[in-house]
Each structure stands twice: as structure tokens, then as C-alpha cells.
Antibody
Framework: QVQLVQSGAEVKKPGASVKVSCKAS????????IHWVRQAPGQGLEWMGW????????DFAQRFQGRLTMTRDTSTSTAYMELSSLRSDDTAVYFC????????????WGQGAMVTVSS | DIVMTQSPDSLAVSLGERATINCKSS????????????LAWYQQKPRQPPKLLIH???TREPGVPDRFSGSGSGTDFTLTISSLQAEDVAVYYC?????????FGQGTRLEIK
């Protein structure tokens, strides 16, 4: 079935970078945006940005300016999110989600990847 | 940025009763050229990713029970569960996708009374 499968949990030290993958299956990868959303422990959802897998264009929330890189590999139908200069408040579950074909809502979600930033 | 504010923060409803969650945007998310409200509702259960319930403010996703309905326009929106079932216990989020950043409401925790 249509799904997004993410990479596993990561533990990083402050100042390091993390790269999370999101592999799409059973649909045309280049036909739908991929969004990245994070959720700190016990907190709500925060949209980070999107990538258009077809052309590689991206847009992201200003608060991640200079720290967030979103890429894709169309040969493997995989999107990547890399966050640099990690801080303790970056500890969160990071989700990828597919942009709905008809609207901008997020209709398919990955299972999430826990990123823990700790010294 | 458009701010999404949900009310209440938490809600306890008896099984079989109606649950109503409100969501207000800081500016209109109605796109007049196509008369669509760029508003979605999600359900999140513990240790799961969110699940899309409704988009375009009132269009249910396939497979979502018809006890879930969305309404509203412009800046004020409502998610209604007509007859609460035990499996509806979750946190519910509204989200706009009118313009980036696509912000979410803070969430409403729904419990059984």
C-alpha cells in the first residue's frame, strides 16, 4: 500500500547534524510534495518545510533558516531532511508526510523518527 | 504567520454524545477564487503519526467514519464527532495550508467522561 517509511532513531550531541530519510512506496514519488513536521515530547506539531520531489524546490519555516536542508533521490523514491547545529530543544519525533493530491493537507505520514540531542 | 488557536485544550465527553472542537485562524484561510477553505483536521493517537480526517474544512478522507464532520469558513472552524466512540480518544489538531508556514493549532485532547 501507499506508505512512507522513515529511518530509525538517532542520538546526537549538541552542535552535530542529523539526516533522516523517508522512503516512499506504491505511488509516483515525483507527483506529490513531501513535508517535514516535528513533535517535541508531549508537545504539538510543528511544520518545518516541504520539498517538491519532481524538481527539488524547497520551502521552509524561517526559524530553520540556515539549519535545514531537504533533498531527494528520485532513483530510490527517498526524501531526506538534514538539520544541523543541533540543540537540546531539537529533541523531537520527526515525521515526513505526503502532500494531498487535491489539497495541501498531509494525507500519508511516515512512522516518525525520534531524534534525541544530548551531551 | 497565520496563528491557529483551538478550543478547548481538553474535552471529556460521554460515549455516544457529541464532541465539538473549535479552531480559529488569525486571518482568513478562504481562497475566494475557488471558495475553498485551506483547513485540515488530524487525529493523533499515542505513539502514532497524525491521521488526516478532513481537508478543505469539510471534506472527509475516504475511510473516515461519517460521525466526523467539519464545518466553518473564513477564520472559524469546527470539528464535530456526532456520537463519541471509545476509539475516538485522541488529540485533534487543525492546520491551515493557505500559505507557508503551514501552522497547526495547539491540539485538543479528547477523553471519555
Amino acid at each position: 500500500q501507499v506508505q512512507l517509511v522513515q529511518s530509525g532513531a538517532e542520538v546526537k550531541k549538541p552542535g552535530a547534524s542529523v539526516k533522516v530519510s523517508c522512503k516512499a512506496s506504491e505511488y509516483t514519488f515525483t507527483g506529490y510534495y513531501i513535508h517535514w513536521v516535528r513533535q517535541a515530547p508531549g508537545q504539538g506539531l510543528e511544520w518545518m518545510g516541504w520539498i517538491d520531489p519532481n524538481v527539488g524546490d524547497t520551502d521552509f519555516a524561517q526559524r530553520f533558516q540556515g539549519r535545514l536542508t531537504m533533498t531527494r533521490d528520485t532513483s530510490t523514491s527517498t526524501a531526506y531532511m538534514e538539520l544541523s547545529s543541533l540543540r537540546s530543544d531539537d529533541t523531537a519525533v520527526y515525521f515526513c508526510a505526503r502532500g494531498h493530491g487535491d489539497s495541501g493537507a498531509f494525507d500519508i505520514w511516515g512512522q516518525g523518527a525520534m531524534v534525541t540531542v544530548s551531551s | 504567520d497565520i496563528v491557529m488557536t483551538q478550543s478547548p485544550d481538553s474535552l471529556a465527553v460521554s460515549l455516544g454524545e457529541r464532541a465539538t472542537i473549535n479552531c480559529k485562524s488569525s486571518q482568513t484561510i478562504l481562497y475566494r477564487s475557488n471558495n475553498n477553505n485551506f483547513l485540515a483536521w488530524y487525529q493523533q493517537k499515542p505513539r502514532q503519526p497524525p491521521k488526516l480526517l478532513i481537508h478543505w474544512a469539510s471534506t472527509r478522507e475516504p475511510g473516515v467514519p461519517d460521525r466526523f464532520s467539519g464545518s466553518g469558513s473564513g477564520t472559524d472552524f469546527t470539528l464535530t464527532i456526532s456520537s463519541l466512540q471509545a476509539e475516538d480518544v485522541a488529540v485533534y489538531y487543525c492546520q491551515h495550508y493557505y500559505s507557508t508556514p503551514y501552522t497547526f493549532g495547539q491540539g485538543t485532547r479528547l477523553e471519555i467522561k
